[in-house]
Nanobody
Framework: QVQLVESGGGLVQAGGSLRLSCAAS????????MGWYRQAPGKQRELVAR???????HYADSVRGRFTISRDNAKNTVYLQMNSLKPEDTAVYYC?????????WGQGTQVTVSS
């Protein structure tokens, strides 16, 4: 089992930056995939960025070049650095982990970008 604790959301003006953190309750070396999804009002949850256990990273086209996913293995923590934020990035951001055959979600953190 994996518990995920997120932090770092908030309100920012367009063009600004935020960094999200997600701390896992177990070593992220043991996790098959870990990253971030987001869900805007009235829309489906979508992938933002994630690590895969083979070492690859995936980004949504809408955030590539603006967002960077990184990790601190010693702290079992994954980060999402979000730069050049746009109003359309406004959403609840969820940390996600796939471990064995199960999927785990954090509680979500609100990111609001004002124009």
């Amino acid at each position: 089992q994996v518990q995920l604790v997120e932090s770092g959301g908030g309100l920012v003006q367009a063009g600004g930056s935020l960094r999200l953190s997600c701390a896992a309750s177990r070593s992220i070396f043991t996790i098959n995939a870990m990253g971030w999804y987001r869900q805007a009002p009235g829309k489906q949850r979508e992938l933002v960025a994630r690590f895969i256990s083979d070492g690859s990273t995936h980004y949504a086209d809408s955030v590539r070049g603006r967002f960077t996913i990184s990790r601190d293995n010693a702290k079992n923590t994954v980060y999402l650095q979000m730069n050049s934020l746009k109003p359309e990035d406004t959403a609840v951001y969820y940390c996600h982990a796939a471990f064995n055959t199960m999927v785990y979600w954090g509680q979500g953190t609100q990111v609001t970008v004002s124009s």
